[in-house]
């Protein structure tokens, strides 16, 4: 009998695939363990009842998101996972799980389209897996994940119509697809749209030239993809809300005009703000990598092209934001990533070259690598670490710091208040009211009793902040609970009582303000009724 062995190739193959297998089981691990610690976020909150009220009546609730400017896709998503465990937090939370991993496999698949060797593509999964800006969000149920992870896909099959001639049609058709899901994700998905033009020129030459009919030629195909993407986004015209999706936009950008007639030295700084997020959440070794590989001969078209479809998403938020938080910038992220490892692969591809070579100089650049890529990891392992075990303790940029730890978007509290509320419907009947109509309050309360019995319980945003007073719609019904709770901000808590009134309280760090449960059933039994005419 034959003795079949493996050819050299094979056994690499099998080894990369191995490896690669390991760190995607690592990736869950990490990304599983105490998935609830962190407490929910404002934004969290809302997405999850959103997808709660479309499993309730999903004909009335389907594109419910367009309302407030959001495309439903990843509300739909988190409607598909809220049956899998009773906490609903966690189910949601399984959502961005499962994105960073497609994302971890999107970074390999584009590695190797760009031609990186194996090792460089297990560097691409290592830095998805750790690095604090992918680690953070893909924790978090927030829709810059996915919209990521879409983006990603589109990324890599329009690489593959690049490259392919005879099944061109078919990944033109897919790249639509996927780049039309990140638009059902999240509309800055948007942004993406110039890099299509850009996208062609990563399979051509350096030093090839073109007239206005080749370079018509060569950007047909990913023109029609992104057309195939327009088409599928345009879909959600079939309904009645799609006219609200730009509505909210002055909330967060200034328009054009605002911009010539000034504020572009508002926004301007932007740039200023946005390297300081890269260099806390991607560290500056990556940063420093990715622009290195702008000196490497071997990787500098694809390097600057990588870097130019970084400053093409980026380029709205620079010119126009008025409201920018560092998750919305995730997906520029992407291509600094992948402009890292390329650079990284050509740095050591050289060292290994020189020191080969008895270039004695080459050995200290590198240690230089290794130390700078110690400190990456270093850097990653200490923020996970916070946000695993010590969330209050999280190295988060200001920004951040402030809307997930310290101010209302942060649920520090919320299940605290949950469980006292559910210790106290045990008995007898409660009813709830809580500053504002949406967000931390009331929603992140509301998500945790969907589905379960309710009869003794009846809570209500009064769309107050500061709260100064109780709602007549609240009163009315609350007289026939036995018991009285408003839950709110110490900040936003303007209604004078007395101090015996406040049954529980939970402070952020930072001596930010705290999560208050006040009782205030003699301030609801005090209110005469109203009379019916």
């Not at 997808?51 to 739909?76: E, H, I, M, R, S």
């Amino acid at each position: 009998m034959r003795k079949v062995t493996s050819s050299p190739e094979q056994k690499r193959k099998s080894s990369f695939l191995f490896a690669l297998g390991g760190f995607l089981i690592a990736y869950l691990i990490l990304h599983l363990f105490n998935l609830e610690v962190f407490p929910v976020f404002a934004d969290e909150a809302i997405y999850i009842r959103w997808a709660q009220l479309l499993l309730d009546d999903w004909k009335q609730y389907l594109f419910f998101a367009l309302n407030d400017g959001k495309t439903p896709l990843f509300v739909w998503l988190i409607a598909l996972t809220q049956w899998i465990t009773s906490n609903q937090l966690i189910a949601a939370r399984l959502v961005s799980v499962l994105g960073g991993l497609t994302q971890a496999v999107a970074v390999a698949l584009i590695l190797k389209e760009l031609g990186a060797k194996r090792f460089t593509q297990m560097l691409g999964v290592i830095l998805v897996t750790t690095l604090p800006y992918w680690f953070m969000y893909h924790r978090l149920a927030v829709m810059d994940g996915w919209l990521t992870a879409w983006l990603s896909l589109s990324f890599w099959a329009s690489l593959k119509v690049n490259q392919t001639r005879s099944k061109k049609w078919r990944w033109i058709v897919i790249t639509g697809l996927f780049y039309g899901a990140a638009l059902w994700t999240k509309l800055p998905a948007l942004f993406y749209l110039p890099i299509f033009v850009i996208l062609p020129f990563f399979s051509t030459k350096r030093d090839q030239k073109y007239d206005l009919v080749n370079l018509f030629q060569l950007c047909l195909p990913q023109l029609l993809a992104a057309g195939v993407g327009l088409c599928v986004f345009f879909a959600l015209l079939i309904s009645p809300a799609f006219g609200q999706l730009f509505a909210r936009g002055q909330d967060f950008s200034f328009t054009l005009s605002e911009v010539v007639a000034g504020k572009w030295t508002e926004s301007f700084p932007n740039m200023l703000r946005f390297i300081g997020y890269f260099a806390s959440y991607l560290t500056y070794p990556v940063l420093l990598a990715a622009v290195a590989g702008l000196f490497s001969e071997r990787e500098r078209k694809r390097v600057a092209l990588l870097l130019l479809c970084s400053l093409i998403f980026l380029s709205p938020f620079i010119l126009l934001g008025k409201v920018v938080h560092p998750r919305y910038l995730l997906p520029a992220a992407l291509f600094l990533t992948l402009a890292a490892s390329l650079s990284l692969e050509s740095l050591c591809l050289r060292c290994s070259l020189a020191v080969q070579q008895g270039k004695v100089l080459w050995v200290g650049v590198a240690f230089v690598i290794a130390l700078l890529l110690g400190q990456v990891f270093t850097q990653s392992a200490v923020f996970i670490s916070h946000f695993l075990f010590s969330p209050d303790t999280t190295p988060l940029v200001a920004v951040d710091r402030t809307q997930y730890l310290e101010e209302w978007s942060s649920g520090h509290g919320i299940t605290e208040t949950v469980q006292l509320i559910q210790q106290l419907t045990a008995d007898h009947t409660v009813a709830v009211a809580t500053e504002g109509r949406f967000g931390t309050l009331p929603d992140a309360l509301l998500l945790y009793f969907h589905g379960k019995d309710v009869e003794n319980l009846y809570i209500e945003g009064t769309g107050q902040y500061p709260v100064k007073s109780l709602p007549d719609f609240f009163t009315e019904r609350a007289k026939d609970f036995d018991q009285s709770l408003l839950v709110v901000n110490s900040h936003r808590m303007e209604l004078k009582l007395p101090p015996q009134a406040l049954i529980a309280e939970y402070c952020r760090p930072n001596a930010a303000p705290c999560l208050q449960v006040w009782d205030v059933t003699a301030l609801v039994k005090a209110v005469p009724s109203s009379q019916t005419p």
